[in-house]
């Protein structure tokens, strides 16, 4: 090697760690722990912290000896590194997004629903995602899917990881949760039980790691990520907020609770019969630390983005983005699993897509990796 030669980085863990993690920029996806080979990072969900973290051993809290040998996988898995939009991009749309797209690259946008009962009245906002799960599950397009449930008979409204692999477990762990989970948890789980294709199903934080992983060649773990549905989210809340919220300040506790929407309001139905309106002002304090820097409103990098926002609420805004998407959905839609309309049929819909994505483009701090829509400040003029 000549003097002059620089031996090329290899950012591990320590870099992850100074760039994302103690930044701001993490937003807990776990993308990292379920692609450390060595088992080394563990997820701190506690207290409102959602993250990884590094055992003390190998290394201690802010480095890593397995890094130091050349190990890469933690920051190939994750999807606020460097620059992860530019990468993702380019590897699934084969070009980087404008300002102009500022709700993410797609193909077509449809309202869709699911056409079995079921399906429609077990899932939210027309049951797209439960009917696709159902659908890609029982035609062999997926062994697995990783999703969100609730922890013990569901009345603790503790939402966590979950793997379902037939309609049973799409039924049970239909509806919306809004505290977080990091649906990428359930991975292991998955591959345990021996599935090699799983779809991913989880916000934008979380659907843009598939696509890190696979634009920066992680192995095994991006081809087994093999289908992701995204879900359109402006924030998650902190776990406490039942308790110090909708407990101390509604008298609703968390087994009273049957099931939750927001459409501008927290809409929370109870068990008796009841249903209640809790303001989203009263629950901004509860916003989850890894939401307040999150560009992705319209989770971008998903095959299929979905969310029920606009006028019809039992009908799902659907975005497909990739050909995966395109060739899923069509084949949903020749065997009568969904029906759908033009997404200009609500345009009131598209409008609120464009501006929720537009306010949470602007989160992305000027100081990190520039961006579409958060382009960098002008140089300062020299003398």
Sequence with gaps: MSETSVKPEKPQWKELFLEVVTSGLCTGCAGCIIACPHDVLKYDDKMGNYKPFHLDIDGGREDCTHGQKGCTMCTRACPRFRSWETEIDTHLFGHERTDEDVAGLSLDIFLARATDPEL??????????????????????????????????????????????????VLRTSGSRYTYSANTLAYPQAVEGGAERIALVGMGCQASAPGAMQARKAGKIARRLSLTIGLLCSKTFDDAIFEELFEAKYGLTRAMIKKMNIKGVFQIWTHDGGYHEVPLKEAHAWTREGCKACPDFAAEHADISTGGIGTFSDWTLTIVRTEKGRDLLNQMIDAGAVEVRPGDDDPAALALLRRLAGVSRKRWPATAVPMPGRLPAPAAPTA
């Design 120 to 169: 429609l009245e077990a899932g939210q906002d027309g049951g797209f995602v439960s009917a696709l799960l159902t659908f890609a599950l029982e035609h062999d397009v997926i062994d697995a899917a990783l999703v969100s449930d609730l922890e013990g008979d569901g009345t603790s409204w503790k939402a966590a990881p979950a793997v379902v692999t037939d309609r049973a477990g």
